[in-house]
């Protein structure tokens, strides 16, 4: 399988050509941060154990509801969104695991999956269920709903959909179901928005029933879309109630594009983190509603400041802190890969600056209410360059120092375009 990825010789010859210039700054970051007390291996180390998710689905070019614009030599399958998935993962080595979704990636051959990704260095994630769109052939429709659907067959065909999904994510090797629903309504009084929930919560306990004693249940919110009057999972505190009533093995999922604009989202993770709630984060970007934007690319600072949290929370989790990390966008105008590669990195990159935030300073200056001084522990840790720090992890795990410059040398995209199929246009994500 190795041939299907990039030719190691490329990432390590550009990497050669770049070694010098990346310890002469990783070494006078070293000593600028030594002065503050923080050793830069230590940090660096810490951003070499974090690693995040990729989707399946973010490997083609996203579909708005107006039209999508493929670009030649992108996935057509499931094992093809592998092969680019692996050469995310060979590039930036924070991104080992692959979320996939269904009926997307449905496959006669889990086990075989399995096996494929593992021969591309990859493992699986959460997954995903669909019940926002019908299949061809269904027989009962989700125009109205789903898990939470009046009509008592398309919530069955919804919660069997579910329960395929874990059986499936067994054989992957998966320990976590992320379930997304649409439902909702475009017109006050079209559904009684009590009954609505009580239905969804009814359907996600057969759900529940039937997962593993391993895995966890993902409870993902959003404020609208497709339904625009109500959406009967619409925030956090829906989720979180959710979980709750649910069981320990309910978590919620926090998608950072899935707010009220203008929310404070790190707060929202460190009160799920403060009732155990906090499972899993999709990180995208978003200007205006659930825009899939490429992580950071916005709003970095708040990037910042949700690993701020994340963080804290770390340190202060009881039992271990874990949550399920997964990059979820929707690549319109960019090759899919590199977007992925410069969201991984931004990502990265917020979470190094959190790691250096000098926390017992932090805590006194909260303590003596100096606002200013508490402001400016977080200000000194966001001002910091830390590129220097993820190219030397990443170099150390035989990744590149310069992932989007190898790759457009590596001609991947190109080559892609002769040997797969084109994809046909229209709309849609997949
Ligand atoms: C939704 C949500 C889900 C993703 C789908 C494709 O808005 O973010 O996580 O599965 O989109
Ligand atoms: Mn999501
Ligand atoms: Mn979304």
Not at 36 to 52: H, K, L, P, T, W
Not at 154 to 163: E, F, G, S, T, Y
Not at 201 to 211: K, N, V
Not at 399 to 421: C, F, H, N, P, T
């Given at each position: 399988?190795?041939d299907?990825?990039?030719?190691?010789?490329?990432?390590?010859?550009?990497n050669a050509?770049?070694?010098?210039?990346?310890?002469d700054?990783?070494?006078?970051?070293?000593?600028?941060?030594?002065?503050?007390g923080?050793?830069?291996?230590?940090?660096?180390?810490?951003?070499a154990?974090?690693?995040?998710?990729?989707?399946?689905?973010?490997?083609?070019?996203?579909?708005?509801?107006?039209a999508k614009?493929?670009?030649?030599?992108?996935?057509?399958c499931?094992?093809?969104r592998?092969?680019?998935c692996?050469?995310?993962?060979q590039?930036?080595?924070?991104?080992?695991?692959?979320?996939?979704h269904?009926?997307w990636?449905?496959?006669s051959?889990?086990?075989?999956?399995?096996?494929?990704?593992?021969?591309?260095?990859?493992?699986?994630?959460?997954?995903?269920?669909n019940?926002?769109?019908?299949?061809p052939?269904?027989?009962?429709?989700?125009?109205?709903?789903s898990?939470?659907a009046?009509?008592?067959?398309?919530?069955?065909?919804?919660?069997?959909?579910?329960?395929?999904?874990?059986?499936?994510?067994?054989?992957?090797?998966?320990?976590?179901?992320?379930?997304?629903?649409?439902?909702?309504?475009?017109?006050?009084?079209?559904?009684?928005?009590?009954?609505?929930?009580?239905?969804?919560?009814?359907?996600?306990?057969?759900?529940?029933?039937?997962?593993?004693?391993?895995?966890?249940?993902l409870?993902?919110?959003k404020?609208?879309e497709?339904?625009?009057?109500?959406?009967?999972v619409?925030?956090?505190?829906?989720?979180?109630?959710?979980?709750?009533?649910?069981?320990?093995k309910?978590?919620?999922?926090?998608?950072?594009?899935?707010h009220?604009?203008?929310?404070?989202?790190?707060?929202?993770?460190?009160?799920?983190?403060?009732?155990?709630?906090l499972?899993?984060?999709?990180?995208?970007?978003s200007?205006?509603?659930?825009?899939?934007?490429?992580?950071?690319?916005?709003?970095?600072h708040?990037?910042?400041?949700?690993?701020?949290?994340l963080?804290?929370?770390?340190e202060?989790?009881?039992?271990?802190?874990?949550?399920?990390?997964?990059?979820?966008?929707s690549h319109?105008?960019?090759?899919?890969i590199?977007?992925?590669?410069?969201?991984?990195?931004?990502i990265?990159?917020?979470?190094?600056?959190?790691l250096?935030?000098?926390?017992?300073?932090?805590?006194?200056?909260?303590?003596?209410?100096?606002?200013?001084?508490?402001?400016?522990?977080?200000?000194a840790a966001y001002?910091?360059?830390?590129t220097?720090?993820?190219?030397?992890?990443?170099?150390?795990?035989?990744g590149a120092?310069?992932?989007l410059?190898?790759?457009?040398e590596?001609?991947?995209?190109?080559r892609?375009?002769?040997?797969r199929?084109?994809?046909?246009?229209?709309?849609?994500?997949?």
């Amino acid at each position: 399988m190795r041939d299907a990825m990039l030719s190691t010789d490329l990432i390590q010859s550009h990497n050669a050509a770049r070694l010098d210039a990346l310890r002469d700054e990783y070494d006078s970051l070293g000593r600028s941060l030594a002065r503050s007390g923080v050793r830069i291996d230590g940090i660096r180390d810490a951003v070499a154990r974090f690693s995040m998710a990729l989707p399946s689905w973010g490997c083609g070019t996203g579909g708005t509801r107006f039209a999508k614009f493929p670009i030649p030599g992108e996935p057509t399958c499931i094992e093809e969104r592998l092969e680019d998935c692996a050469v995310v993962q060979q590039l930036c080595r924070a991104t080992p695991r692959v979320s996939l979704h269904f009926p997307w990636d449905s496959s006669s051959d889990y086990a075989g999956l399995r096996e494929v990704a593992a021969g591309l260095g990859l493992g699986f994630d959460a997954v995903n269920s669909n019940t926002f769109q019908d299949q061809p052939g269904q027989p009962v429709s989700y125009r109205y709903g789903s898990l939470s659907a009046a009509d008592p067959a398309a919530r069955d065909l919804a919660v069997r959909h579910n329960i395929d999904c874990i059986e499936a994510g067994r054989r992957l090797g998966s320990r976590a179901l992320t379930v997304w629903v649409g439902d909702g309504t475009n017109f006050p009084g079209q559904q009684d928005l009590g009954a609505s929930l009580d239905r969804y919560l009814e359907s996600m306990s057969r759900i529940y029933a039937a997962l593993p004693e391993d895995w966890r249940l993902l409870i993902e919110h959003k404020l609208y879309e497709p339904a625009f009057y109500s959406t009967v999972v619409s925030d956090w505190g829906t989720s979180i109630l959710a979980a709750k009533e649910l069981g320990p093995k309910a978590k919620c999922l926090v998608d950072l594009g899935h707010h009220a604009p203008s929310v404070n989202i790190e707060q929202i993770v460190a009160r799920l983190h403060r009732f155990g709630k906090l499972g899993g984060f999709h990180f995208n970007d978003s200007k205006y509603g659930d825009d899939d934007l490429d992580s950071g690319s916005i709003n970095p600072h708040q990037l910042f400041l949700v690993f701020n949290e994340l963080v804290t929370a770390a340190e202060t989790a009881p039992d271990g802190f874990d949550p399920a990390y997964m990059i979820d966008q929707s690549h319109n105008v960019t090759d899919p890969i590199e977007s992925l590669l410069s969201s991984a990195e931004a990502i990265l990159g917020a979470y190094a600056k959190a790691l250096l935030v000098d926390r017992e300073a932090l805590r006194a200056a909260q303590a003596r209410n100096d606002a200013m001084m508490a402001f400016q522990c977080l200000r000194a840790a966001y001002r910091r360059d830390v590129t220097p720090i993820l190219a030397m992890a990443r170099l150390e795990a035989g990744g590149a120092i310069d992932m989007l410059g190898v790759y457009r040398e590596s001609g991947w995209r190109r080559r892609k375009a002769q040997e797969r199929r084109p994809v046909a246009l229209g709309a849609g994500i997949v």
